[in-house]
Every structure is written in C-alpha cells, then in structure tokens.
C-alpha cells in the first residue's frame, strides 16, 4: 500500500531537484567574467519507481513514479566550436606575430619621410649637382663629404636598428617556447587530476574549463591536435576523459606527441640555433628533431622563426639563410656595398684621385 505522505514525498524532490538548479544558475551568473569558464546545467533523472520489481513486491496494476533527482552536472559546451576557434586562433597568432615584425621594419625603414634613406640619398645627389656647377668651391666640397657621411650613417643606423629588432624576436622567441612547454604541462598535470576522479564517477568541470583554456592559449603558439582518451572505471558517460596534444604540420601530418595522456609524460619543445649565423637550425620535440624547412605548424612560434630567420640546406649541401629580417639586411648590405662600389669606381674614372 502507498504511503499516505507519497505525494508529499515527490513534492519534496521535485523542490529539492530545482534548489539544485537554481544553484546552478547562481554559480553560471558569479562566473560571467571568469576567463574559460562554461555555463553549467544540472540533468535531471526520475528516481526509481515503486514498488521495486521483486516476488513479494506490493501488488498494484503497475509501477508508480516516485519524483526527480539531479542526475550530474555537466558543462554546456560545443566541441566543433573549440575545433574552429582553435583553427582560426593558430592563424591569428601566427599573421598577429608577422604583422608586428612588418610594423617594426616599417618603423625603422620610415619611407617616404624627411630622414628616411631616400632623402638622405636625394641630398647628397643635390650636393654633387652642386659642387659640379662650382667644383673649385671649398664649401660645396664640404657639403659633399658631410653628405656621403650622413649616407653612411644612414646605412649603419638602418642595419643596427633591423639587427636590434632581430635580437628582440630572438628572445620572444625563446619566451614562447618556454610558454609551450608551461602550458603543456600544466595540462598534463590536469589530465593526472581528471584520472583520478573520472574513474570513480565525477564530472571535473572546472578542470575541464581550465584545460580548454590552456588549449586555447596553446592554440596561438602552435598548430595542435586534441584526441580523447577514457579513464576508464566507472567514468560517466558524458565524461570528457584525457587529453592527448600532438603538434601538426598545416597538412595535418603529426610531428610529435606533445602531451601523451597514456604515459602522462611532456615532449618539451625547444630550438635550436645554428653555430654560424645563430639563425634558427631546427626544432626538436621530446626526442624528435625536425629541422627548420620542415616545422610548418601555423602559430605564434612558427611566424616568429619565419621573421627573426632560419638556416637550411639544400640537396647539394648549401646552406641557405632564409627569413623576414636577414632578407632585409641582406638586401640593404648589399645596396650599401654596390652603391658605394660604383659611386667610388665612377669617381675614380673622371677624377683619377685615390678612393676616400
């Protein structure tokens, strides 16, 4: 026979399931701000009915229900989404490093302007004019050989300059190499977390948010790929079980385990520069290495080794330096070497004087 209080009884877990949600939504509303944080829902299940099947169970035309529970709270949140934000976030970082490397040779470079090298160019050709129309002059002889040192000055302060901003993504470089390997870790270290409680039936949902986060920030510096692995145990269904972080290439082909969620173990990153040139050489991931040609794995750090250089050799065993700001100073080095070459050669030939 049905307690007279049954009714009572479903009452009271159904008030009881909805405290639970409202709790829910006051903890979604605290965390509005809170970087990485995903809205949370409470899921609802009926409780068991009664009686319970059994030979001496209650004899009734059929089972009642006997009100709601909160079965687990999960995280509302879209999968595909973070695929496509992590997809687009490795070209913002890698085009936002590029676009500033572009600015600060712009900067530097400082053309069309009234000190740029064009100007200071002009001026000197307009001395020469000059002293060609009062060769005996004493003062336009001056204005020349002043000229000709602001050229020169003009020519060292650009490749000091390009050089100095060089140095600099050298150690943003480094920066963001150590950044990969913190965030790495530190998602290997939530991974241990989670296979110690999935198991036994929780859901993580704040180390769910703050490993998204950290792939989210691991995104930017690097091309990653995230494979879901199980716990195992008595894990849920809906569990979001380990992540294993590979490093790819922008065709999709793997270039290491970064994050191993079986061996819980960190393949650091780390570069490494060429003896000569001190221009980046390869790439080494854990054990593997990979040399500078061959890591295309859109981020941060590949648009950094593009713009601060890279070294390389070709099938025949030449070495070629490659890269935004050597290409630059190679370009400048040798407009400063041929102009001052032919100006000296044609100077030589209609004044028959000892170079100076």
């Known amino acids: 026979m049905i307690s007279t209080f049954h009714g009572l009884e479903v009452a009271k877990r159904g008030m009881n399931a909805q ?7 006051g903890h979604n509303i605290s965390n509005a701000n809170t970087p990485g944080y ?18 001496d169970r209650t004899q009734l035309p059929g089972q009642m229900g006997t009100g709601v529970e909160p079965g687990s709270v999960q995280r509302v949140r879209e999968g595909f989404l973070d695929l496509q934000f992590r997809g687009e976030n490795k070209k913002f970082g890698y085009w936002n490093s590029q ?19 064009s100007k200071t160019l002009d001026r000197f050709w307009q001395s020469l ?34 050089k100095s ?16 390997n913190s965030l790495a870790n530190q998602i290997n270290q939530i991974n241990k977390q989670i296979s110690e409680t999935e198991p036994h039936g929780y859901l993580q949902n704040d180390l769910y948010d ?54 819980k173990q960190v393949n650091e990153v780390a570069v490494s520069m060429n003896e000569r040139n001190g221009l980046v050489e390869s790439i080494s991931i854990g054990s593997k290495e990979i040399t500078s040609m061959d890591f295309k794995s859109e981020g941060k750090i590949s648009s950094l080794i593009d713009s601060y250089g890279y070294t ?34 044609l100077h030589k030939q209609r004044t028959q004087h000892i170079e100076y």
């Open 19 to 25: 405290q639970s949600a409202l709790y829910t939504t």
């Open 38 to 55: 995903t809205r949370q829902r409470v899921n609802f299940v009926q409780t068991d009915p009664y009686p319970a099947v059994s030979r």
């Open 99 to 117: 676009a500033n490397a572009f600015q600060k040779m712009e900067e530097i470079m400082n053309e069309p302007s009234d000190a740029g090298l």
């Open 129 to 162: 004019q000059d002293l060609a129309l009062n060769s005996e002059n004493a003062g336009a002889r001056s204005v020349v050989r002043e000229r000709g040192i602001g050229v020169a000055e003009t020519f060292h302060y650009l490749s000091t300059s390009l």
């Open 165 to 180: 901003v060089q140095k600099d993504l050298k150690n943003e470089l480094d920066v963001s190499v150590k950044e990969i």
């Open 210 to 263: 703050e490993r998204d986060r950290l792939l989210d920030q691991l995104s930017t510096l690097a091309n990653v790929k995230v494979t879901p692995q199980k716990t195992g145990g008595n894990s849920l269904a809906i569990a979001e079980w380990l992540y294993t972080v590979e490093l790819v290439a922008d065709n999709g082909k793997s270039h290491e385990i970064l994050v191993d969620s079986s061996s």
């Open 312 to 345: 390389y050799k070709t099938g025949s065993g030449e070495q070629i330096e490659s890269g935004l700001y050597p290409d630059m100073l190679k370009n400048l080095d040798e407009m400063a070497y041929s102009f001052a070459k032919e100006f000296n050669s």
